[in-house]
């Protein structure tokens, strides 16, 4: 996984733990944990778009290396 992509899934993951401490609040009103939920709901969104992404690419290298490897004649 590239390291930019890394980054960004990390501070996603940051981003949903704040969004869950503010959403466990007793404190928050329904307008504003409304909008904290929605901006949650995109962020896994996001988050599974990119480890999709990175599975993928783990899944065609595999295919490489397995292809590689019939083609060698020992």
Known sequence: MPKETKENLEKSFEKLEK????????????????????EGASLIKECK??????????KEIKKELEVE??????
Do not use: R
Request: hydrophobic residues 35%; aromatic residues 8%; proline residues 0%.
């Open 69 to 74: 490897d019939e083609d060698i004649e020992f």
């Open 19 to 38: 969004i869950n401490e503010e959403l466990s609040s007793k404190d928050i009103n329904v307008d504003e944990a409304l909008k904290k939920f929605k």
């Open 49 to 58: 778009e990119k480890l999709d992404k990175a599975e993928n690419e783990f």
